[in-house]
C-alpha cells in the first residue's frame, strides 16, 4: 500500500503532517513524530509577537527595578530602546535556526520552518533568509491580519499578503506555503489569486485566539483552544471546492481528528492535512491510529496509492456541484431526504 504524496514538491511518505504547535517546539517531539509516522513536521512558530511580548515584559521588569527606562551597552546605530529591541530578535532567531538545523539532523522527513506574520513587516524576509540557510525543506507562513483593523481598507488588508507572499517567493528558494484564514469577504478568488502568486501551496485553514468569558471572575479568558471533530466543515468545503481551480496544493487543518477526517480531506481534493489538537488530546502515537485507519479503507476499497482517489468527491468532479454551496438547506429544511455528490 502506498501512502506517500507530494507536497510543495517535497516527496512525503504519508499525508499525515504534524503542524505547527509545541508538538514540534523541541527536537525530542520532532523525533517522536518521526518515530510514530509523521510525514513531516512543521516546526513550532516563530511569533512576531512573541518577540514583541519579550521586549515589553523585560521593559516592565527593567522599570520597576529601576524606576525608569535603563540604559544599555548599545552599538551607536541605534537607540538603547531600539538595541535592546534588537537584540531580543536576534536572540529568538539563534534558538530557531538552531531548532532546525538540530531537527535535520535527527530525522529523515521533510521539516519545514514556520514564521507566523502579524503585521506584514517585511523585516521578517530576513528572517526567512536565515531559516532557508539552516536547512529548512520549505517554509510556512502563517499569515492573519485582523479583520478589527477599522482603519484599513479590505483592499489595503489583502495587499499586505500579495506584499509579503512576493517578498518571500523573490528571496528564497525554498518552496513557500501559506496558512491563511477563511475572513475574506471573497475567499474563493482570493484563495485562487494567491495559488498564482509563486507560492508551493496554501493551507486552510489557521487557527488563532478565540476568547472566552469567565462569568465568576468577568475575565477574557481563551477557553477553545483545541479544534473540534466538526470544525473539519469549514476547511472540508473550502478544500472541496477550490482542488482544481487553484495553482498549488491544497493541505487541510483544522478539525482532523481520526483517519476517517483524513480520508475525506483527501477525496475532497487535498495534497495532504495538518494535525495537533488530536495529537494534544491523544498523543504523538496516536498519528499510528490515523494512519491505519487510512490504510485500511484503501486496502478495503482497492486504492493502491493517495493519487488513485485524491480529489474523487471535489466540486469539480462531482454530478451536483451545488452539494458543496445552499444544496445542505435543501437537504435540512426543504423535506430533501439524500443528496449525493
Not at 507572499?165 to 506555503?177: C, D, F, G, H, R
Not at 475574506?184 to 468569558?213: A, C, E, H, K, W
Not at 493517495?306 to 469539480?316: D, E, H, L, T
Request: net charge negative; aromatic share 10%.
Amino acid at each position: 500500500m502506498d501512502l506517500s504524496t507530494h507536497y510543495l514538491g517535497l516527496e512525503l511518505k504519508n499525508p499525515i503532517i504534524v503542524g505547527s504547535s509545541g508538538l514540534t517546539g523541541s527536537v525530542e517531539k520532532v523525533i517522536q513524530a518521526e518515530h510514530h509516522g509523521a510525514g513531516a513536521v512543521v516546526l513550532k512558530s516563530i511569533f512576531e509577537e512573541e518577540v514583541a511580548l519579550a521586549y515589553a515584559e523585560f521593559m516592565k521588569t527593567a522599570k520597576s527595578v529601576a524606576g525608569e527606562t535603563p540604559y544599555f551597552d548599545y552599538d551607536g546605530r541605534r537607540s538603547p530602546i531600539e538595541y535592546y529591541d534588537y537584540v531580543i530578535r536576534e536572540e529568538n532567531l539563534k534558538k530557531y535556526v538552531s531548532l532546525i538545523e538540530a531537527s535535520k539532523k535527527a530525522v529523515s522527513i521533510p521539516v519545514m520552518a514556520s514564521i507566523n506574520c502579524f503585521l506584514g513587516s517585511v523585516e521578517w524576509m530576513s528572517y526567512a533568509r536565515h531559516l532557508e540557510a539552516a536547512g529548512a525543506d520549505a517554509l510556512e507562513l502563517n499569515m492573519f491580519f485582523p479583520p478589527t483593523d477599522f482603519t484599513k481598507t479590505r483592499a489595503d488588508k489583502e495587499s499586505i499578503y500579495f506584499k509579503v507572499t512576493e517578498e518571500v517567493t523573490k528571496n528564497l528558494s525554498i518552496p513557500t506555503a501559506l496558512k491563511i484564514s477563511h475572513y475574506f469577504t471573497d475567499l474563493g478568488p482570493m484563495i485562487q489569486r494567491l495559488s498564482r502568486t509563486g507560492i508551493g501551496g496554501l493551507v486552510l485553514f489557521n487557527r488563532y485566539f478565540s476568547p472566552d468569558i469567565d462569568i465568576d471572575r468577568l475575565e477574557v479568558t481563551n477557553g477553545f483552544v483545541f479544534s473540534t471533530p466538526s470544525d473539519l466543515a469549514m476547511s472540508l468545503r473550502w478544500i472541496a471546492i477550490m482542488a482544481e481551480k487553484v495553482d498549488c496544493d491544497l493541505v487541510a487543518s483544522t478539525g482532523i481528528h481520526d483517519g476517517a477526517a483524513v480520508i475525506k480531506q483527501l477525496l475532497a481534493g487535498a495534497s495532504a492535512v495538518q494535525v495537533a489538537s488530536c495529537l494534544y488530546k491523544n498523543g504523538l502515537a496516536y498519528l499510528e491510529e490515523m494512519l491505519g485507519g487510512l490504510e485500511r479503507w484503501m486496502t478495503e476499497n482497492r486504492f493502491m496509492g493517495i493519487n488513485s482517489f485524491k480529489g474523487k468527491m471535489s466540486q469539480a468532479k462531482s454530478t451536483d456541484p451545488s452539494v458543496y454551496e445552499r444544496v445542505q438547506f435543501m437537504k435540512y429544511y426543504g423535506g430533501r431526504k439524500n443528496v449525493a455528490v
